[in-house]
């Protein structure tokens, strides 16, 4: 995977964390975006693929607040081989649209699975074992599960790799899959601690066809900054998965 890091602000919660500065990180400023919290209307999307046209899906992506997950769909549309979306989440994000051309972070990945002609399949990890018990069985074919209730097993994850990592991958991580004790979010948090997260996501990073990773997941914006511990937290996370990518 390149290397290359790009930190996209919309809320202006990465004004106060520090962890991509000194590392030549490419900021991308979409905070004077409207009609893109949470609901992105057909002329926020516009505006945000424009900001994002010489951006490569390869590399490592941070994308804000859960709001903002569905940018993940933006890169993934430029991947142009097959690949398998890897999405480390609490929720499916599989919910039916609300509305007609209004992408949501709540259906982000049907929509990828529904549109993306390169898509082989999505693999949810750690998502919530009620949640994934929503999903229309039409997708059970192309959306499979790897739910929080299974972190813990060492032996199951591997053989869940072993069976669906055949192409290369997109990893998409709302930190949301975290325990609020190990990274607080601005939604509602599934069980999964740092240190599973972390042995979870170095099997892939070492996969030999990782094609890049977006990470999501942000506290609310805090005026205190560093002095708020769930930004300090956010910010110490962030620069552990930031270490990983780097050095693995």
């Known amino acids: 995977m390149q290397k290359k890091i790009v930190v996209i602000n919309f809320s202006n919660i990465y004004k106060e964390e520090t962890f991509y500065k000194n590392v030549g990180a490419e900021w991308i400023d979409c905070s004077d975006i409207s009609g893109a919290d949470c609901f992105c209307d057909s002329e926020a999307a516009r505006e945000i693929r424009r900001r994002l046209r010489g951006v490569s899906p390869h590399g490592l992506h941070f994308i804000d607040s859960g709001n903002y997950h569905y940018v993940s769909r933006f890169f993934t549309d430029k991947i142009d081989e097959r690949f398998v979306l890897v999405v480390f989440d609490h929720h499916p994000d599989m ?8 992408l949501t972070c709540g259906d982000w990945v049907k929509s990828v699975v529904d549109t993306n002609r390169n898509l082989e399949k999505v693999v949810l990890v750690g998502t919530s074992d009620k ?5 229309p069985e039409q997708y059970a074919d192309r959306v ?23 192409h290369p991958v997109y990893v998409s991580i709302d930190k949301d899959v975290l325990s609020p004790t190990d990274d607080p979010t601005n939604w509602d948090q599934g069980a999964a601690t740092l240190p599973e997260l972390k ?6 990073l070492r996969h030999n066809r990782l094609i890049g990773v977006d990470v999501c997941g942000e506290c609310n914006y805090s005026i205190r ?7 300090r937290m956010n910010d110490r996370v962030n620069a552990e998965l930031l270490t990983m990518a780097n050095n693995t």
């Not at 739910?147 to 053989?159: F, I, K, M, N, V």
């Open 225 to 231: 900054g560093l002095l708020d511990p769930a930004v």
């Open 95 to 102: 919910q039916p649209p609300l509305f007609e051309q209004i």
């Open 131 to 135: 949640l994934i018990a929503d999903i």
């Open 144 to 166: 499979v599960c790897f739910p929080e209730s299974q972190l813990h097993d060492r032996q199951a994850w591997q053989t869940f790799y072993d069976l669906h990592f055949k």
């Open 199 to 204: 042995r979870l996501l170095l099997t892939l």
